[in-house]
C-alpha cells in the first residue's frame, strides 16, 4: 500500500485562518461525516489560498512542517487510514 503524501486539513473549529507547512494539500473543509469533497489545492509561489468549497483561507508558514497545521486540531490524523 503507497504511503499516503498529500496532507490533509480542515476546519472543524471554524477558525478564520489555518497556516499550513504546505504549499500543496487536501481541504476536507469538517472531520467526516460532514466533510466536502476533498478538494486538492495548491498555492503554487503564493503564501495564501482559499478552498473553493469551504471559503477556509490557508496561509503558508514555512516554519511548520509540511503536515502541520496552526491551529494543530486543523490537521486530519486519519488522512492516511482513509486513503
Excluded at 480542515?10 to 504546505?22: C, L, Q, S
Amino acid at each position: 500500500m503507497a504511503e499516503h503524501l498529500v496532507p490533509h486539513f480542515h476546519n472543524g473549529p471554524g477558525v478564520p485562518v489555518i497556516e499550513v507547512g504546505a504549499r500543496e494539500f487536501m481541504c476536507i473543509g469538517a472531520p467526516p461525516p460532514y466533510d466536502h469533497p476533498h478538494v486538492f489545492l495548491d498555492m503554487g509561489s503564493d503564501r495564501e489560498i482559499i478552498c473553493p468549497y469551504c471559503s477556509t483561507l490557508y496561509r503558508f508558514d514555512p516554519t511548520l512542517k509540511p503536515a502541520d497545521a496552526r491551529p494543530a486540531e486543523c490537521r486530519w490524523e486519519n488522512a492516511v487510514e482513509a486513503a
